[in-house]
């Protein structure tokens, strides 16, 4: 898919790739085709001329979404390389952890990415967002313009892009659960990225000439490679809603919290990575969309199952009606019940572990007598808040200072599906609940996205022989506690 992207591109010539907005929605183009395809050559040749990136080499990326970073994957797809992506987002502590597991031998960093780790991190930690001093990682190289403390310009190279690589392996690598001292990272290769991709192509069928708003790599790539313009989302929520009117999308792509407040939608209208409920799909319905479909996917495998508002609304038994599994992904149940999924674009495996072609999902499910999966909860800890898996074991250990007891972070139903991430910290007697607030602070900030939204200092509730903390309890603690503070 991404060779089919490129070709496409270059033959785009000047025809708008990516949109993006101003404050009033007004569409302003940030790259035409060759524009990015030019840029994508001239990074291939200077990380594998100058910088001697080979394929099988790793490539940290810190760079913000848009036309630099798309020209950062068409370069690093060319060479053969497997990316890396430097969440600032994750916390530092978390952030090296990873990299340790998977060395980069350079960083990409645009000027953004570098003052975070820099000189604004006072003002970034204010955002939740930190990254551990780069350099300290590995060779740094910036993108983009290069302002006063950044690295040295990755710079263009005389030689031209040594030409594509063509064998599979190792493309990209995404951290996602675990815990600090032992991260664990899905590893897609070309072979599965290309399935997902192609996946999304078939569900969605984006068109030339079409406008489709996204910005997700698994919307952006089918789109730009059928010969569709994409408009990035703005970040507000008012400016988005400008910018749908304004542009009239044949294809909408956002997850549910962005979904949710706007009124006016046009062409169908896709959501996914949190939960999508019937009365969500309605309302995106009732705003204009010709159709509305909610869409599991997983890390893991991207996408995975399908339904639209009709199917999803008749749907009258328990549990939440997912839809059919796409073309090529097959399901079986665990003995627990746990939702298991196989497919073309199923993950490799998990770095440091052997291929498994069988995706553990966490969720329980059960498959109706047509092959839908109905969705009856989740099995494993992970907390969904603002369509950002949160994974307790991440970040739990940091709380536990010397004047804890014990500490979880649980989720908390929230309105619209969504849940609120409470850590239960539970003092050690004696402790002074004043000092200890004050101490949590700083493990609080170096939280990143993952910092709490309440913290209650109470008994953590027990289970069993072994006495492990009751996380379901705890969350109907919290979920008591939250409601008599209103």
């Known amino acids: ?5 490129d070709r496409a591109l270059r033959e785009g010539g000047s025809r708008p790739a990516l949109l993006g907005s101003t404050r009033s929605g007004a569409p302003r183009v940030l790259a035409r085709c060759a524009e990015l395809t030019d840029r994508a050559d001239r990074l291939a040749a200077a990380l594998h001329h100058r910088h001697g990136l080979r394929p099988g080499d790793t490539l940290g990326v810190a760079v913000r979404p848009g036309p630099r970073a798309l020209a950062v994957l068409l370069a690093a797809h060319r060479l053969g390389l497997r990316t890396a992506v430097l969440d600032p987002a994750a916390g530092p502590d978390v952030l090296r952890a990873r990299l340790a597991l998977a ?13 975070v780790a820099g000189w604004a991190r006072p003002l970034a930690r204010r955002a939740h967002l930190e990254l551990p001093p780069l350099h300290a990682l590995a060779p740094v190289a910036t993108v983009g ?10 710079g263009d190279h005389p030689a031209a892009p040594p030409a594509g690589y063509d064998g599979d392996g190792d493309a990209v690598i995404v951290f996602t659960s675990g815990t600090t001292s032992a991260p664990r990272a899905v590893v897609h290769t070309r072979a599965s ?11 969605v069928r984006p068109g030339p000439g ?12 089918p789109a730009l490679a059928a010969g569709a313009t994409v408009a990035l989302p703005a970040r507000g929520g008012r400016t988005l809603q400008r910018q749908i009117d304004r542009l009239a999308p044949d294809e909408t792509y956002l997850t549910p919290p962005r979904l949710r407040p706007l009124t006016r939608l046009t062409g169908r209208v896709w959501t996914g990575s949190a939960p ?13 969309a010709t159709e509305a479909w909610g869409v599991y996917a997983l890390t893991e495998l991207f996408p995975a199952a399908a339904v639209e508002e ?3 609304s008749a749907h009258q038994g328990p549990g939440d009606l997912l839809g059919h599994p796409l073309p090529g992904v097959r399901t079986r149940l665990a003995a627990d019940g746990e939702l298991l999924l196989a497919a073309p674009a199923a993950r490799d495996r998990y770095l440091g572990e052997p291929s498994d072609p069988w995706v553990r999902t966490g969720d329980r499910a059960q498959l109706d007598p047509d092959g839908r999966i109905v969705l009856a909860g989740r099995l494993k800890d992970m907390v969904l808040r603002r369509a950002e898996n949160i994974y307790p074991g991440l970040y ?15 989720g908390v139903p929230a309105p619209g599906g969504d849940e609120r991430l409470v850590a239960l910290v539970q003092p050690r007697h004696g402790a002074d609940p004043h000092r200890l607030r004050a101490a949590l602070r700083t493990p609080l900030a170096r939280m990143g996205a993952a910092r709490p939204d309440a913290v209650l200092l109470g008994p953590v509730p027990l289970t069993g022989r072994s006495r492990k903390p009751d996380r379901p309890a705890a969350a109907r603690y919290c979920a008591r506690r939250l409601a008599k503070s209103r």
């Open 210 to 221: 079409r406008t489709v708003l996204g910005g997700t790599t698994f919307v952006l790539v």
């Open 310 to 312: 009709r199917d999803k």
């Open 276 to 288: 999508a409920d019937a009365a969500l799909l309605r309302r995106a319905k009732a705003a204009g």
């Open 145 to 154: 313009p290069r302002h006063p403390g950044c690295a040295r310009a990755l």
């Open 396 to 410: 739990e250990p940091s709380l536990h200072l010397p004047d804890v007891e014990l500490a979880v972070l649980v």
């Open 193 to 203: 990225l290309a399935a997902g991709m192609r996946a999304v192509d078939a569900l």
């Open 1 to 5: 898919m991404l060779d089919q992207l």
């Open 103 to 115: 060395p980069p031998a350079l960083i990409l960093a645009d000027a953004a990415a570098q003052a």
